[in-house]
């Protein structure tokens, strides 16, 4: 099981941006799909972002897709996650989370991960 930790998060006025990064630990990177996922108050936790072991697959929610990029440098254990154009609505706490390459499990679902990270706060202003 891998350990992650989340940063970068802060309060930004809407059409700002924030790139948060996840950094890894204990285990081998390369071996894990990453994805991003967030929790507003008083709503489910939701998938935002991931991308596969090569970085050369990726998924998007429909609400972010177009503003927001994920990224990985498999060299630097990081994930990031470039938010662009951010909205009210994005406010939320986002996590990193990393599910073994070979997991059959939908990347959108939260089921799929194994390993989560703290979470760190993103707060837009209108």
């Known amino acids: 099981q891998v350990q992650l930790v989340e940063s970068g998060g802060g309060l930004v006025q809407a059409g700002g941006s924030l790139r948060l990064s996840c950094v890894a630990s204990g285990g081998t990177f390369s071996n894990y799909d990453l994805g991003w996922f967030r929790q507003a108050p008083g709503k489910e936790r939701e998938f935002v972002a991931a991308i596969r072991w090569s970085g050369g697959i990726t998924y998007y929610a429909d609400s972010v897709k177009g503003r927001f990029t994920i990224s990985r440098d498999n060299a630097k254990n990081t994930v990031r996650l470039q938010m662009n154009s951010l909205q009210p609505e994005d406010t939320a706490v986002y996590y990193c989370?990393?599910?073994?390459?070979?997991?059959?499990?939908?990347?959108?679902?939260?089921?799929?991960?194994?390993?989560w990270g703290q979470g760190t706060q993103v707060t837009v202003s209108s």
């Open positions: 989370a990393a599910a073994l390459i070979y997991s059959s499990g939908s990347r959108y679902s939260r089921a799929t991960y194994d390993s």
